[in-house]
């Protein structure tokens, strides 16, 4: 068999030259990683994966060491190191250099193994991972643990849904089926849920198994079509589904040594289609059968009991089987070798139960036995060799042969002949023949009741005492020494079954169940009446051991009496340790392998020969320490020589002091369940367990006097706390106090500081009325010259006008006719009246206007009364606004005078171009002169009555101006507009031939043919007048609307 050790080696070939189909027992080769240094040893595998070719293989040991197996390029790589244990592995993503490795941190993290890096890592499980399944697409996977199962992303490595269970149900697997969408659950409630994968909707439920055929299910495996599921427990049977119909089709049972399965695995073959037929079976003793789920058929087996195997994977070609050892090891398998005729051994004979007329369930229907077809393994069982040699000897044997009989074939007396000759049995067998001569009952139910009730609280602290530097190992101590606790009460207060137990547990340490078996058979049938005299030592066997070496060697056993050193200084030493202090490893296991041959004082007298083969050295010792110190060492003494004599006491010691006829013969233990042991005194363990519990009482009262007193200490020191905490508040206030009058004196200094600042402000303040008052006197100043001038332009228009009218209508007095002249009158009347009326109407708007000016006045000031007791909280803002006022008053000025200058210029243009159509009148009319000058005459009579008007009206506007200006104070400015308006009327007094015109006068002109274009000259009249009216409306209202108000900053300013 090749064997490649990877050693401190990164990359390498894997075997110098492959066996191929010729490969011994079918290994291809034994991979495994050993250290070399002070303590070689060798790194464990954990897990391992196949990708989708099934030519590359993933393996992960105990120390997070990651490796890719090329079993085509014959190469070796190690990708990763993540330094701590992998619970499980996957290779077959979407890419396909990626891989998961769920780690011992609980945590799955993704690696490439080209660039060797880390490509994402994924958390959210808070117990270790089980397992990994990833989808047919490579885009998804699921991860489980026993609290949960998490769907993962594999693009983004997000965590898509979470299934969560409660405590009480845990999760055994969760797996994606090959060939669809579907997601299996299966839960440690033996309930099996079917999952749409897009919408996570239930599809079925599996129903439970029938009546007489249930079993816990542990383990899972699949068809590669997704058609069959296979499960199976802690039983020998395996239960087959149909997945399409729902329901169980069959019910395999495995051979009798098959009492749990710990996995399941089909074989792949590239010519079913996919309903593969080949399973493999890992079963608890460690080997993996294969057989055929439709003839149930036995094909061959894989492990031994000597190298069994801990799990398996097998390659999606169904070429290679990987398998890691008990050992820690890695095996590779051919399937073509396991499966060549060639290599075919005898059949395996295991026993089934017929089926009988008592079966007639629906379970039993249901149930095939696996029978032993030819085996396609390639190497032959020893048991079956041995049981071959068996029935050849049952022809001729005898009784007492039969009673030497022992369990796999073996005979008790050719055992010991085979141990006389050669002095220990063979070490590749030695396990197999001390199960053998022990007949352990592998009783699994009853040993995983006595593990399933936890530590003994006698061991939780065993590593105080005994610190093992084997994590392992101190486990399985602890468990095996728990479950000898829970099997009888004298062994948890025994001090002395830890050292009894140890030898056996690093022994056995990677099969629990027989580490326990051996220790119970040992302490019932080597250590007999050991317990009789608890908690004193086992004196009657030391009586016994002592009179057999008075017997032999009295000389010694004199020199040991005469320095006081009793049979519990040299005997019980070497008993309650089973002679592991004394003996190396080697001589240990050669003689118990004498021990547990023969009958069981011959464990006794071995310690005798011991003491009788050392009488040299012990012969020189005279001090007690030494003799001590001799039995607690190794010394220098034959193992040999110490086995022949102890033969020899067996043989020599009379019948009256050998020990053969006061203890018992072996008996085993039983099968089902083991036996009671309560070969102690129970009055001496019920007063133990009231000491204990009287000191238990006395230390739970001792804990909570301890705990009152350091709930008093606590409160006491809360207390203090407090107090301290009062205190510090106190101080804290104090200062708070001192400094709240700090700022007490700090406001009022400010406070003072803002009088001072308000009544600057205040003077300001004043003066910025003053000079805006002083502004605005000066505008309106401006505006009353502007005003004077304007009506000046136009009283000289008007005059001038007057004098051109007078003019002409003197031309055109003699032509205008009576009636001319009467309707001329009429509509000068009119014209006067509706001016007249249209004054009226104006001067009470006026009024009103006063009066609502007077009221806003009022409320104004009411207004700046309350602007005042607020303007010292908007100083700042004032003084921006102010500037910001003074800027749009400035700019208002300018848009005034603009706006102003527009309308004189359009006076100005309005009247050249009404002067322009005169003139081109007058020139069209030389001839109608005489027309002309009547019709000034009826001008001048209208302009009389016009200024008798308009004197009247500058009388009223004077009387409301005088009204106002005791308001406001503008009363010299509207006396001087007075003087002017006086001024105006005594100009137009002073136009000449205005008042001769008469009735009769104008008679003469009725019949005139110029009477058409006399009429279209006082309509023209007219207009100019009604537009000078409103030219001088438009003005008066102006200059009452840029009249600014009394001071208001309150409604003009928004804060």
Not at 733 to 757: G, P, T, Y
């Amino acid at each position: 068999m090749e064997r490649c050790d990877l050693g401190e080696r990164r990359r390498g070939p894997i075997w110098t030259r492959r066996a191929g189909a010729a490969a011994p027992r079918g290994v291809i080769v034994n991979i495994l990683h050993s250290v070399q240094g002070y303590h070689s040893k060798t790194i464990h595998f954990l897990n391992v994966a196949f990708d989708n070719s099934g030519d590359s293989l993933l393996a992960g040991d105990r120390q997070g060491n990651i490796y890719v197996f090329d079993l085509n390029g014959n190469r070796f790589n190690l990708v990763q190191r993540t330094m701590q244990a992998c619970t499980a592995l996957a290779f077959n993503l979407r890419r396909k250099t990626e891989f998961l490795v769920a780690l011992a941190d609980y945590s799955v993290k993704c690696f490439d193994t080209g660039t060797q890096e880390l490509v994402s890592w994924m958390r959210g499980h808070e117990s270790s991972v089980s397992s990994i399944s990833v989808h047919g697409s490579g885009k998804y996977a699921i991860t489980t643990s026993t609290d949960t199962a998490q769907l993962w992303d594999l693009d983004t490595f997000q965590r898509i849904r979470k299934l969560n269970v409660r405590q009480s149900v845990g999760i055994q697997k969760v797996f994606f089926l090959p060939l669809s969408n579907t997601i299996l659950s299966c839960f440690k409630d033996n309930s099996v849920f079917a999952w749409e994968f897009d919408t996570l909707h239930c599809k079925y439920q599996l129903s439970p198994p029938v009546e007489g055929s249930v079993l816990f299910y542990k383990v899972f495996a699949v068809t590669r079509d997704g058609r069959t599921l296979v499960a199976g427990g802690k039983s020998n049977h395996l239960h087959l589904w149909c997945l399409e119909l729902k329901q169980l089709i069959r019910i395999i049972q495995m051979p009798e040594k098959v009492r749990a399965v710990r996995h399941l695995e089909f074989l792949p073959d590239s010519f079913d289609g996919g309903s593969n037929q080949v399973l493999g079976v890992l079963s608890q003793d460690n080997i993996m059968r294969f057989i055929n789920i439709e003839t149930c058929k036995l094909l061959f087996d894989i492990g031994s009991p000597e190298e069994g195997i801990s799990t398996a994977v097998i390659s999606p070609n169904g070429q290679y089987i990987a398998s890691v050892m008990e050992n820690g090891s890695l095996n590779i398998y051919s399937v073509q070798a396991l499966t060549q005729e060639g290599n075919k051994p005898p059949p395996f004979t295991f026993k089934v139960v017929e089926d009988g007329p008592k079966y007639t369930s629906e379970a039993n229907k249901l149930i095939t036995k696996v029978t032993s077809g030819r085996s396609k393994g390639p190497w032959k069982s020893k048991q079956s060799k041995i049981q071959s040699r068996m029935l050849k000897l049952q022809e001729n044997t005898s009784l007492e042969n039969k009673e030497n009989e022992l369990p796999g074939g073996l005979n008790k007396k050719r055992l010991q002949a085979l141990l006389k000759g050669f002095g220990e049995y063979p070490a590749k067998y030695r396990m197999f023949v001390w199960r053998s001569l022990l007949q352990l009952p592998e009783n699994h139910l009853a040993f995983s009741s006595l593990i399933d009730r936890g530590i003994h609280s006698a061991f939780v602290n065993i590593q105080k005492e005994y610190p093992i530097k084997s994590g392992k190992l101190l486990r399985v101590l602890q468990r095996t020494l728990s479950a000898l606790a829970h099997w009888s009460a004298i062994f948890a207060e025994t001090p002395y079954i830890p050292l009894l137990a140890f030898p056996f547990v690093k022994l056995f340490q990677n099969n629990q169940l027989i580490c326990f078996e051996v220790v119970a058979t040992v302490v019932v049938n080597f250590c007999q009446h050991w317990f009789e005299y608890f908690p004193n030592p086992p004196v009657n066997v030391l009586g016994m051991m002592e009179n057999v070496l008075a017997h032999h060697d009295k000389e010694l056993l004199q020199h040991l009496t005469k320095y006081n050193v009793t049979s519990q200084v040299y005997a019980w030493p070497l008993l309650e340790t089973l002679l592991s202090e004394v003996l190396t490893r080697e001589e240990w296991l050669k003689a118990f392998d004498n021990i547990f041959s023969n009958h069981p004082s011959y464990f006794l007298m071995i310690v005798v020969a011991y003491v009788i083969c050392s009488r040299a050295p012990l012969l020189h010792c005279n001090q007690a320490a030494d003799f001590e110190y001799f039995f607690h060492h190794r010394n220098n003494v034959d193992i040999n020589v110490v086995i022949k004599e102890a033969y020899h006491l067996m043989e020599a010691t009379p019948l009256d002091i050998h020990p053969q006829h006061m203890l018992d013969d072996f008996t085993p233990l039983t099968k089902g369940q083991y036996p009671v042991f309560n070969k102690y005194p129970m009055f001496v363990m019920n007063y133990q367990a009231q000491k204990w519990e009287k000191i238990r009482q006395d230390e739970i009262e001792y804990l909570q006097e301890r705990q009152l007193a350091h709930e008093s200490e606590a409160k006491a020191q809360q207390q203090k706390a407090e107090d301290e905490a009062w205190y510090r508040k106190q101080k804290l206030l104090q200062e708070a106090d001192e400094q709240r009058q700090k700022i007490l004196l700090e406001e009022e200094k400010l406070a003072e500081q803002r009088q001072r600042l308000a009544v600057v402000k205040r003077e300001l303040e004043v003066k910025e009325l003053q000079l805006l008052d002083a502004s605005r006197r000066r505008f309106l100043n401006y505006q009353q010259d502007q005003l004077q001038t304007e009506l000046k332009h136009l009283n000289d228009e008007i005059a001038r006008k007057a004098s051109m009218r007078q003019q002409e209508t003197n031309a055109l007095r003699d032509i205008e006719p009576e009636s001319q002249k009467q309707l001329f009158e009429q509509h000068l009347i009119k014209d006067q009246e509706a001016v007249t009326k249209e004054m009226k109407e104006e001067v009470e708007a006026r009024r009103r206007k006063v009066a609502e000016e007077n009221l806003a006045r009022a409320e104004q000031k009411h207004t700046d009364t309350d602007w005042r007791l607020q303007r010292q909280q908007r100083l700042r803002r004032d003084d921006q606004d102010r500037e910001k006022r003074y800027r749009e008053i400035v700019k208002l000025l300018h848009d005034n005078r603009v706006k102003e200058a527009e309308l004189l210029k359009a006076l100005r243009e309005t009247e050249e171009k009404k002067t322009f159509n005169i003139i081109v009148a007058q020139q069209e009319d030389v001839q109608n002169k005489a027309q002309l000058e009547e019709e000034q005459k009826a001008a001048a009579a209208a302009d009389g009555h016009r200024k008798q008007f308009l004197d009247d009206r500058m009388n009223d506007e004077l009387e409301l101006a005088e009204k106002l200006q005791r308001e406001d104070g503008c009363f010299e400015r509207l006396h001087g507009l007075k003087a002017r308006c006086t001024e105006r009327g005594v100009e137009v007094q002073q136009v000449p031939g205005s008042g001769n015109i008469s009735l009769h006068d104008l008679s003469t002109l009725a019949s005139s043919p110029h009477n058409r274009r006399r009429a279209e000259l006082a309509r023209q009249e007219r207009e100019l007048m009604a537009e000078v009216r409103r030219l001088r409306r438009r003005l008066t209202s102006r200059a009452r609307a840029r009249l600014p108000p009394a001071p208001s900053p309150a409604t003009t300013w928004s804060p």
